[in-house]
C-alpha cells in the first residue's frame, strides 16, 4: 500500500499567485529606489538652468541709456531665477553690481561685494572711490586696491558685461570666495 504524501498546491492556487505578485511587486519598487535617483542627478546635472547658475549666468541689469558716457558708477540690482536642490523661484535678487560707462559703449561691472569679507562696499562721489565701511579698504572707480594697507586680497571682482540689442546691458553675475588672492566662484 502506497504511503499517502501532502497534496502539492496547484502552481495557480490562489495564495501562490498573491504571493507571486507580492514578490514582483516589491522586486519592481526596489529597482525604482534604485534607478531613480541616478536619472534624477543626471538630469540635475544635465539641465542647462542649473549649470548655468553654477558657471554665472547671465542677467539683463540696466539699459545704456541709464548710464552717462564718462559719468559715475552706478548700483544696479541684480535680479535672475534662483533654483537650488527643492525650488525654483523667480525674479528673486541675487547681488548687486556697479556699472560704469566707458568709451565706446563699453561698460565696466563690478561686483558690489568686498573681497575681503564680504561686506558691502559704496561709491563715494566726493572721493570718487569705493569704500568698504566694514575694514575701510578702498578701491578706484576700476576696482584696483587704493591703499596698500588694504586688508582686501585683491581688487573688487570685474564681471563680464555684454551690449545686446544696442542698449541692453547683460552681466555674468558670479560671487566669489572671500578673502582669497584668486578668483574662486562660489
Ligand atoms: S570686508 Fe571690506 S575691508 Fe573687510
Not at 498546491?9 to 495564495?15: C, H, T, Y
Not at 565696466?108 to 575701510?136: K, S, T
Request: with cysteine; net charge positive; proline share 10%.
Amino acid at each position: 500500500m502506497d504511503t499517502p504524501t501532502a497534496p502539492t498546491p496547484a502552481p495557480d492556487a490562489p495564495g501562490d499567485r498573491r504571493d507571486f505578485l507580492t514578490k514582483a511587486a516589491a522586486i519592481a519598487i526596489g529597482g525604482a529606489i534604485t534607478v531613480v535617483p541616478p536619472v534624477a542627478g543626471l538630469c540635475v546635472f544635465l539641465d542647462p538652468l542649473r549649470r548655468q547658475s553654477a558657471a554665472g549666468a547671465s542677467v539683463l541689469v540696466a539699459s545704456l541709456n541709464a548710464l552717462a558716457e564718462g559719468g559715475e558708477p552706478k548700483k544696479f540690482p541684480v535680479v535672475a531665477d534662483k533654483v537650488d536642490a527643492w525650488n525654483r523661484a523667480t525674479n528673486v535678487p541675487i547681488g548687486a553690481v556697479y556699472l560704469q560707462r566707458l568709451k565706446d559703449n563699453k561698460v565696466r561691472a563690478l561686483n558690489v561685494v568686498c573681497p575681503h569679507a564680504g561686506c558691502f562696499v559704496n561709491y563715494r562721489a566726493g572721493e570718487n572711490d569705493f569704500f568698504c565701511p566694514c575694514h575701510d579698504s578702498r578701491f578706484s572707480t576700476d576696482g584696483a586696491i587704493l591703499d596698500p594697507k588694504s586688508p582686501s586680497p585683491r581688487p573688487l571682482d570685474e564681471l563680464p558685461v555684454e551690449i545686446r540689442k544696442g542698449t541692453e546691458v547683460w552681466v555674468t553675475f558670479q560671487n566669489f570666495r572671500a578673502g582669497e588672492h584668486k578668483k574662486i566662484p562660489v
